[in-house]
């Protein structure tokens, strides 16, 4: 390519914001708008890719001159749309091809095989480019070939010229390299919250990777468990009872997160979760606990009926001071709570199966809302040097 000192200068650009930790979508605007600057007849592009995410299997932004980018996700759950079956980014892929052109205007117009061609050359659009860059990083599903791929579209009369595609051509590895460090980068973070949580996994991701290293923290606790899951494994199929416990999971942690609770661990079929004693202080925590157990046995309830297999849990609320950080042994660390608190919320879950009640709580929880609760009594638990009290919903 003939030096260009205007796409050099996009070059170098692109370059310092590979080094950053800059948002994909405002990174591509920026990429766009100045490779208009630079006198390319760019109106319209696409930027799509892989990506690695329990609930999204694709992302992509779209750029219009003068519009903001649009980001958009695409679930694995979702059915393939008659515009994706149809798509020449799906040919592309499919093909496994670096590049596709349609002329949009003169004689050599070529428009039938896509029906977003017809869509862009009805807008005024004269040419349509394709250019796939690949590169190596986890997709949960394979398309061929992970990397990136960039739809290129123009009003210009004529289309793109030679020098316009081999100037894109020569950018657009350069943008591929800053693509590439931001959609690893975003991996990571979905990992991190994904197998710790949000919480726990912004601390690792900052930094707290040492063995020990953690945070005091004053919190709600909640603790549930599956009730007769040794029996259920015993007799149904693995696959049966896998989606059984998934379903019970669906019902109490999905319930949790939704309330602002943060989910640490699934110990075999128990959720432990916690709701921080932060910004409105421990009644704010109290009430979002309190919300979302009472949400979780109404979930467990309508999961009931649509099962044939019993499904029951108890549920525990404690409060106090807990030690969130990393426990393990260096070359194998859990980020999670440990303390007082934490023991006495699964110890009081066990009381749910003695006392007959779903939800029990500490005394310091049911005052939150004493006409809601009953008290119960003291009782020792396992391992405590003093009885506790408990309270039951009325």
Wanted: net charge negative; charged share 25%.
């Amino acid at each position: 390519m003939k030096t260009n000192p205007k796409l050099e200068a996009i070059e170098d650009w692109v370059i310092r914001e590979a080094l950053g930790q800059p948002d994909i979508g405002e990174m591509f605007a920026g990429f766009c708008e100045r490779l208009v600057a630079a006198g390319m007849p760019v109106e319209r592009a696409m930027l799509s890719w892989a990506t690695l995410h329990p609930l999204v299997e694709a992302e992509s932004v779209l750029w219009h001159s003068g519009r903001e980018a649009e980001l958009a996700q695409y679930r694995h759950d979702e059915e393939d749309t008659e515009d994706w079956l149809k798509s020449p980014i799906r040919a592309v892929l499919e093909a496994r091809e670096t590049r596709l052109r349609r002329h949009l205007s003169g004689a050599n117009a070529a428009t039938d095989d896509f029906p977003i061609l017809t869509t862009l050359k009805a807008e005024g659009f004269t040419d349509y480019l394709v250019l796939s860059t690949p590169f190596e990083l986890p997709t949960a599903k394979d398309f061929g070939s992970s990397g990136m791929l960039v739809s290129w579209a123009t009003r210009a009369e004529g289309g793109f010229s030679d020098d316009d595609i081999e100037g894109l051509d020569y950018l657009q590895i350069r943008l591929a390299l800053a693509c590439r460090a931001t959609i690893q980068s975003r991996i990571a973070h979905t990992l991190a919250e994904t197998y710790l949580g949000a919480r726990a996994g912004s601390r690792v991701l900052s930094g707290l990777i040492r063995h020990g290293d953690g945070e005091r923290l004053d919190a709600v606790i909640f603790y549930s468990d599956l009730r007769g899951s040794t029996a259920l494994a015993d007799r149904l199929a693995p696959d049966v009872y896998m989606a059984h416990l998934n379903a019970y999971f669906d019902a109490t942690a999905r319930t949790v997160m939704a309330h602002g609770g943060e989910v640490l661990d699934f110990i075999g079929d128990a959720v432990l979760a916690v709701f921080p004693i932060e910004a409105g202080g421990f009644d704010a925590a109290v009430s979002r606990a309190l919300r979302a157990a009472d949400a979780v046995l109404v979930q467990i309830e309508r999961a009931q009926a649509a099962t044939e297999h019993p499904l029951h849990c108890g549920i525990a609320l404690s409060s106090g001071d807990v030690m969130f950080g990393n426990i393990g042994i260096p070359e194998r660390l859990t980020f999670s709570v440990i303390g007082r608190t934490v023991n006495a919320a699964a110890r009081i879950e066990a009381m749910t199966k003695t006392l007959g009640r779903p939800l029990l709580v500490t005394a310091d929880i049911a005052a939150f809302a004493p006409h809601a609760f009953t008290p119960l009594g003291r009782f020792q638990l396992a391992g405590f040097g003093e009885e506790v009290e408990l309270h039951a919903p009325v």
